[in-house]
C-alpha cells in the first residue's frame, strides 16, 4: 500500500488565526513549519472542547485533533474510518 506525502490540506482559518487543517492518511504529528521553516512535530491529540467557530461549521459532535504544541487543529482523513465509536470485543 502506498502512502501519500502531500501536505495537509489546508480547510480554513480561524478569526484568531488557528489554521484548520484535513489529515494525511496515517498522520499521527504535526507537519506545520514554523517562521524558521522547522517542522513542528507535535502529536496530535482528539479534542473535544472546542470553539463556537468549529461547532458551527463542522458540527458540535465533530472529530477534531489538535497538535499539542502549536494548536494547529486536524480533521480526518476522508478515506479512513472515523474513531469516534467506543472499542467493542
Known amino acids: 500500500m502506498e502512502i501519500p506525502t502531500a501536505p495537509a490540506e489546508l480547510l480554513m482559518t480561524l478569526a484568531d488565526g ?5 489529515r494525511v492518511p496515517r498522520m ?3 507537519s506545520e ?3 524558521k521553516g522547522k517542522l513542528c512535530v507535535g502529536h ?10 468549529i461547532k458551527k461549521t463542522y458540527g458540535a459532535d465533530a472529530e477534531v485533533y489538535r497538535c499539542e504544541k502549536c494548536k494547529t487543529l486536524y480533521l480526518p482523513n476522508l478515506s479512513e474510518a ?8
Open 18 to 22: 488557528t489554521k484548520v487543517l484535513r
Open 28 to 30: 499521527r504529528a504535526c
Open 44 to 53: 496530535l491529540k482528539r479534542w473535544f472542547v472546542f470553539g463556537e467557530e
Open 82 to 89: 472515523p474513531r469516534t465509536g467506543t472499542l467493542s470485543w
Open 33 to 35: 513549519r514554523n517562521e
